[in-house]
């Protein structure tokens, strides 16, 4: 985690009064110019009357601040005028910048409500180095009169960090220790919520540094109920080094590749809409080829006349766009389909779509339409499951448990494997077990003797051979008090039949009474 | 293995056999690399494993037998299928991970299946995956749904694909079918092991194929520890010397 989030660069730009910066850029002002020149506070309306918002360079000097209400700033300065803020247009006009920033970077992301993040990893040698691209992102931004502070660090909360709280223009390289680089930034620098900055200053932790010097379980303890980030002084730290990563959501939106049909006449036969959905799948190929990808999800919508919505839901084990495969998939799934007074219209939406590149397409062709050399795979786990359900369809993982049962856990059939510790070589375990262990009637020699005789589904086998017991104690950390342990006894019949056979607890457990056995395994 | 008839005056019934096995080629033995289609079908009762057990036990015969090169160190990795109706299931139990062969734990797929048809509509889809090491179907009894041309269906399906693949019938009757070779299994005494004699050993199993398109119908004991073994005669101790012999022989 610690090298990919180093190997990534991230312009963090804080614009510091956006507010007043629009305002002006309204009102045609330059700084300190016309109404600039005397006092002025943004006012935002609240339950109790007009709060300020924002107020300018001449009011912050009469005395006017955020967040203070109006009535009071007037008795400081009675001449204070005043102008409506806007944040739903400081907004809007924060993601038209943030557009604007993709200037320096493929991907920028919001900062709401007045900074913007733009990750210029491998970019700035386009600028002449990051120092020159701080400069030109710097120009751009005077020239545009808005005033702002900017910093570029290898993780979001750094860049965020420096460019509030650090020297203007600071940049973080990737060889520096950003433990060590960002020790005296106040704790404000941890984009933390106004409540739990009251606690840290109240615990005496003020600059980041500090935080470092107190025992880490502490603060985990402090802070266990405070799940989202912005409340966990901790989780803001990790982010800040790049210890866990922080998702951000970019601007450029991706569009889920969409085909549709309108149809001339409503349809209620099946055969219609299976060549209609074989038509949307050659679209959706075509589509999803000029991208270079494959779904993994397809979503078939079918509207009816009658104004109700159908939809199927397929999704596949590996990235797919092959017509005939797509097509397959749905066929099933649409048979069930109630047309009622026919359907208008469907709609195929791949939501979920992974990078597939293109292949050799006359040895694709051969493989999934002409049928010569069989299915993929995932082609084949895609049909499995489509009719069987996903239930029925899985592989068998192992799993860190002594009880038989549940050492081995199921999971989809192409999902990569967890890495687990070797079962130990000299147990020796059936090659079947029975979902539930079925009792059988034994004659043994009490209390803890071989087995010699038992009876199950209505017929006596005689134990020639046995080796045991095993004994297997129930998880006490996870199973009642109650539950007895198991003695297991590998047998052989008189005809050669091995099974895995067990004794539930021992006479005198005190954890009931005789003893019960159990057939639970089936030896090839 | 390969015996000829010995010197000492065949019975009538070793002649029948003798011409019918001259006819159709020579007597099966474990370690053939066979035909180029696998299609075998497994007779075998419910409460007891040795069905599944014959058919891992054989499609690993065939593939140690059909590897191209029997000393380069490339392990075959990919995936199997394992498909069971809830008959079956419920009769005969779950696989169990650690209970497979090494070598085949980890590519298990698993489809359990509410009923006959949907196994066989498995058991076709896996069969014209090109990705399968082998299939293995289990079903219980003698469905509607299985008849000759079901079986024929499979058998097509695996010749053209060239995918291994055993079906194990449980509790079923010898009905009509297109498999190449037609087993009944049944558990055999195993050999005493090495060290313990009273416990269980190596599985064995009294094997009988009753109808075969390239070989001669016959009884085997045949013993699947790693490696399949058999003695025609069906007298443990042999298999016990022929065992060794295998083992000293894979081991020099």
Redesign the interface.
């Known amino acids: 985690m610690l090298e990919g989030a180093s190997s990534r660069r991230i312009l963090g730009i804080w614009l510091r009064v956006l507010a007043l910066d629009r305002w002006r850029l309204g009102e045609g002002l330059a700084e300190g110019e016309g109404a600039d020149a005397h006092p002025l506070a943004l006012i935002a309306e609240t339950a109790h009357g007009p709060r300020i918002a924002a107020a300018n360079a001449a009011g912050l000097t009469a005395g006017a601040q955020a967040g203070m209400m109006l009535a009071d700033a007037r008795t400081l300065c009675p001449g204070l005028a005043v102008a409506p803020s806007d944040p739903a247009g400081d907004l809007a006009f924060l993601e038209k910048l943030a557009g604007w920033a993709l200037r320096w970077g493929p991907w920028s992301a919001l900062d709401p409500p007045d900074g913007l993040l733009v990750d210029v990893t491998g970019v700035a040698h386009l600028f002449g180095g990051e120092a020159a691209l701080l400069a030109d992102a710097r120009k751009a931004f005077a020239r545009r009169r808005l005033a702002t502070r900017m910093a570029i660090a290898p993780t979001a909360g750094a860049a965020w960090a420096l460019a509030h709280h650090g020297p203007d223009g600071a940049i973080l390289r990737e060889g520096d220790d950003p433990a060590q680089r960002l020790v005296s930034l106040p704790v404000a620098a941890l984009r933390l919520d106004g409540d739990v900055l009251t606690v840290l200053r109240r615990l005496g932790l003020k600059r980041l540094g500090d935080l470092d010097g107190v025992a880490r379980d502490a603060l985990v303890r402090r802070f266990r109920n405070r799940r989202s980030a912005s409340a966990n002084p901790l989780m803001r730290m990790d982010q800040l080094l790049g210890r866990v990563p922080e998702p951000l959501l970019p601007v450029l939106v991706t569009h889920a590749p969409l085909v549709q049909r309108r149809l001339l006449e409503p349809i209620r036969h099946l055969a219609l809409l299976e060549q209609v959905v074989r038509d949307l799948s050659a679209d959706m190929e075509r589509v999803l080829e000029g991208r270079g990808e494959g779904a993994r999800r397809l979503e078939l919508g079918l509207w009816k006349v009658d104004g109700e919505l159908v939809v199927r839901k397929v999704e596949m084990a590996a990235p797919s766009r092959a017509t005939a495969h797509l097509a397959g998939l749905f066929a099933r799934r649409i048979e069930d389909v109630d047309a009622g007074f026919g359907i208008e219209m469907v709609r195929l939406r791949a939501p979920w779509c992974e990078p597939l590149d293109l292949a050799q397409r006359d040895l694709e062709q051969a493989g999934e339409e002409g049928e010569a050399r069989g299915t993929s795979l995932a082609a084949c786990v895609d049909r499995l499951t489509v009719r069987l359900g996903a239930e029925a369809v899985r592989r068998p993982v192992p799993f860190a448990s002594h009880m038989p049962e549940r050492a081995q856990r199921w999971q989809e059939p192409l999902a990569p494997l967890k890495t687990s510790q070797c079962v130990s070589d000299y147990e020796i375990r059936p090659l079947k077990m029975l979902d539930k262990p079925e009792p059988i009637s034994v004659i043994y020699e009490t209390p803890d003797g071989l087995p010699r005789r038992f009876r199950w589904r209505g017929a006596t086998h005689d134990v020639l051979r046995s080796e045991g017991p095993e004994r297997i104690a129930p998880e006490w950390w996870r199973e009642r008090g109650a539950v007895r342990l198991r003695d297991y006894y590998r047998i052989e019949d008189a005809t050669g039949r091995r099974y895995w056979i067990y004794r539930s607890g021992v006479v005198g457990d005190g954890r009931g009474g005789v003893p019960a056995w159990f057939l639970q395994g089936l030896f090839g | 293995m390969t015996s000829h008839p010995s010197l000492s005056l065949p019975t009538a019934a070793e002649l029948g056999a003798t011409r019918l096995g001259e006819q159709q080629g020579e007597r099966w033995a474990p370690g053939q690399a066979g035909e180029a289609t696998a299609h075998g079908e497994i007779f075998a009762s419910g409460?007891?494993?040795?069905g599944?057990?014959?058919a891992?036990?054989l499609a690993l015969d065939r593939q140690q037998a059909r590897a191209p090169d029997p000393l380069a160190d490339t392990p075959d990795t990919r995936?199997w299928l394992w498909v069971q109706d809830r008959k079956a299931?419920?009769r005969?139990?779950?696989?169990?991970?650690?209970?497979?062969p090494e070598s085949l734990r980890?590519r298990?797929?698993?489809?359990?299946?509410k009923s006959p048809e949907?196994a066989l509509?498995?058991l076709e889809?896996?069969l014209?995956?090109?990705?399968?090491a082998f299939v293995i179907g289990e079903i219980s009894g003698n469905p509607r749904a299985l008849d000759m041309t079901a079986s024929r269906r499979l058998g097509l399906a695996a010749e053209r694909?060239g995918?291994p693949f055993w079906l194990v019938r449980l509790d079923a009757r010898r009905d009509l079918s297109s498999a190449r070779m037609r087993w009944e299994v049944?558990?055999?005494?195993?050999l005493a092991p090495r060290w313990?004699a009273?416990?269980?050993g190596a599985?064995?199993w009294?094997a009988q194929l009753f109808r075969a398109r390239r070989h001669p119908p016959g009884q085997w004991l045949l013993c699947?520890d790693g490696r399949l073994v058999a003695e025609t005669g069906g007298a443990a101790p042999e298999l016990q010397n022929t065992l060794a012999r295998a083992k000293g022989g894979g081991g020099a």
């Open positions: 409460d007891e494993g040795a599944a057990a014959l891992l036990a995936m299931l419920t005969s139990g779950r696989p169990y991970r650690p209970g497979l980890d298990l797929i698993h489809v359990a299946v949907d509509f498995a889809e896996g014209r995956c090109r990705d399968l694909h995918v049944a558990s055999a005494p195993s313990n009273q416990a269980p599985p064995s009294q699947g």
